[in-house]
């Protein structure tokens, strides 16, 4: 987790209350966020560069490739584009 | 996954061995129509199709339709309905009749990968899609509608790797779609009027924005009305824009023009931006100055996106205020590969109104092409459509072209262009002066590795071209485009083994063969 404070929700009524993993840590999500939607939110690391250098989400469109990730063991997952499901494992790894 | 409407050998239920959907299953599994893209044209050229008979199947990556112009938020969302732009009233209704429409087939969630041919199938093709969960499968069609869209112009400059720099689109999308809001100070910066709307949605939802800045001088109402003339279903749209304006200077939004961003800076997120004046052509005049700012929203314009037209062997042509490389075609929207039509942004970025009534006539087209009953009239109508949209779209095109030259040169030595390979400026431009014979892009992609990461080069190509064209003063178009192959959006290399099985062993043809109704067969 690096910053909590940089995207809140707006809307309340959102979907039911379901919890991801990412990088071992819970994050709290509602369904029909995507999986971006809700690191964001929670502040959660995405994948750094080969350098170390943090990254994130640029276009959260599915083009850009910068919110990848492996997403319950498929790697270079696009988590803008994939719902979050409870028990979701998400594991962000410096690439290569 | 995917809704099915007649049609029962969608996507993961077709239950061949090979995993191909609408082959190896009687002539029912062929689909006369597979749509890539579910946006206006995607939507528009698919109930054309419908309309007349044909078969269509729609992909599309996200979970709903709209494109991204019109994302919808989630169902579980409820009560979140969509409000479209000002000026695009038919949007809603578009996507209602789409979503209602028992006839199509749509899978959403799955990305479109490429195309196969296959000697089992002559005259059809196979489009290839991957889902994040569900992995690798075939389509089998005798036409393909490219209908893909665009994304925002990429532009390299000091410090926009940074988290919390994001697109316009990308702003846009997580506040309309997703219901989340930035938190802090917000500076948006470019090029096109996309910004104003953003910029009035973020003042909306409570966010503080403290500059929106532009690299031209920014046009009145009035300009626009006059280079219009009478388009009555654009009026409203730009009022709209007059009424945004003066609503952010009130909200004490600073509104610039004449500014570019030169930098991003910050440890970990965004802290702070530089702003600088520029001239006519946006090169930079003065010094920055620093703003506070949490968060950077770039909006430069649009890129076409044409992956899949560069790996089926489409041409293309280059047509800076169209968005760059777009996708060639004849007046009824037929590529240079037959069977395969394009339609909406990937022929020049162009707006919502052009991409329906191009998604309309490629539809009528592929149904004349397909032996299907197409009246003139209706085919007059589209044309007219196109018309009607182009004389908007041309001057818009026109008002707001960037600058490329200047905005390749706000990257410097050591600022990221390739942003999956984390190739600076600085290897380019020693490469290209060791290399005084490299003119093409694609070898500055073999030497430097810049377009060889999981984007494929979407966000890398704009700047190495400029940088390329600069450095042997050519033009931009002269140093060719990044060629894509399969798959054109990265999958686990698991995934790649149901195209090998499938490419092995292909199943028999449907009995009565591709363009069984009697329509001619395609050639190649």
Not at chain 2, 19 to 32: E, I, L
Not at chain 2, 271 to 288: M, N, S
Not at chain 2, 499 to 523: E, I, N, R
Request: charged share 20%; proline share 6%; net charge negative.
């Amino acid at each position: 987790m690096t910053r909590d404070d940089t995207w809140r929700r707006t809307a309340r009524r959102r979907g039911a209350a379901v919890t991801v993993v990412v990088d071992d840590e819970p994050v709290p999500a509602c369904t029909g966020e995507t999986v971006a939607a809700a690191m964001l939110t929670a502040g959660a690391a995405f994948e750094q560069d080969s350098g170390g250098t943090p990254r994130a989400p640029l276009c959260t469109m599915g083009t850009c490739f910068e919110c990848a990730a492996t997403v319950d063991g498929r790697p270079l997952t696009r988590t803008c584009l994939v719902p979050v499901r409870d028990g979701m494992v998400v594991e962000t790894s410096r690439r290569l | 996954m995917g809704r099915t409407g007649t049609d029962h050998n969608a996507i993961g239920q077709a239950g061949t061995e090979h995993n191909v959907v609408g082959h190896g299953t009687g002539q029912a599994g062929m689909f006369d129509l597979a749509v890539v893209g579910a946006g206006p044209a995607g939507m528009a050229a698919a109930l054309t199709a419908a309309d007349h008979g044909l078969k269509v199947v729609v992909v599309d990556e996200q979970q709903r339709a709209g494109g991204q112009i019109f994302r919808q938020p989630p169902e579980e969302f409820t009560g979140s309905v969509l409000r479209p732009t000002a000026g695009y009233g038919w949007a809603t209704g578009l996507i209602r009749r789409f979503e209602a429409d028992e006839r199509l087939t749509t899978e959403f969630g799955w990305s479109a990968i490429g195309v196969l041919y296959d000697d089992a199938l002559p005259g059809g093709l196979c489009l290839a899609v991957n889902h994040p969960q569900d992995g690798t499968r075939v389509i089998g069609a005798r036409r393909l509608l490219i209908a893909t869209g665009a994304y925002d112009l990429p532009v390299a400059f000091p410090g926009w790797t940074l988290p919390g720099v994001m697109t316009a689109g990308a702003v846009q999308t997580l506040v309309k779609a997703q219901k989340i809001a930035p938190v802090g100070d917000v500076v948006l910066a470019g090029a096109h009027p996309l910004l104003l709307l953003v910029a009035d949605l973020l003042v909306r939802e409570g966010v503080r924005v403290s500059e929106v800045a532009f690299a031209q001088n920014i046009p009145k109402p009035a300009d626009l009305l006059h280079a219009l003339g009478a388009v009555p279903g654009h009026v409203r749209m730009l009022a709209e824009t007059g009424g945004i304006l003066a609503r952010l200077v009130r909200n004490g939004v600073r509104v610039s023009s004449r500014t570019v961003v030169t930098a991003a800076r910050g440890e970990e997120h965004v802290a702070r931006v530089e702003l600088a004046r520029v001239d006519r052509r946006w090169k930079v005049t003065g010094t920055p100055r620093a703003v506070d700012a949490s968060h950077l929203v770039l909006g430069y314009g649009f890129s076409a996106s044409t992956e899949l037209a560069r790996q089926i062997g489409c041409d293309l042509v280059y047509d800076s205020p169209k968005g760059g490389w777009v996708v060639s075609h004849d007046d009824r929207l037929r590529t240079s590969v037959p069977g395969v039509f394009v339609a909406g942004e990937p022929t020049g970025v162009a707006g919502a109104d052009q991409s329906r009534a191009e998604g309309e006539l490629a539809a009528l087209a592929i149904a004349a092409d397909l032996g299907r009953d197409v009246s003139a009239t209706a085919l007059a109508e589209a044309e007219r459509g196109i018309r009607t949209a182009t004389r908007f779209s041309t001057v818009v095109q026109r008002m707001f072209e960037p600058a490329r030259e200047a905005l390749g040169d706000l990257a410097g030595r050591d600022t990221t262009v390739c942003r999956c390979e984390t190739v600076t400026r600085g290897t380019l431009d020693d490469f290209l002066e060791a290399s005084p014979f490299v003119s093409d892009v694609n070898a500055v992609k073999l030497s430097c590795r810049t377009g060889m990461g999981p984007c494929q080069g979407r966000y890398c190509e704009g700047s190495v071209g400029t940088i390329l064209a600069s450095a042997r003063e050519q033009p931009i178009g002269l140093g060719g485009r990044f060629s894509a192959h399969l798959p054109i959006k990265p999958v686990p290399v698991g995934d790649l083994r149901t195209l090998d099985s499938f490419l092995d062993a292909p199943p028999d043809a449907p009995p009565d063969g591709p363009g069984g109704d009697g329509s001619g067969a395609v050639d190649g």
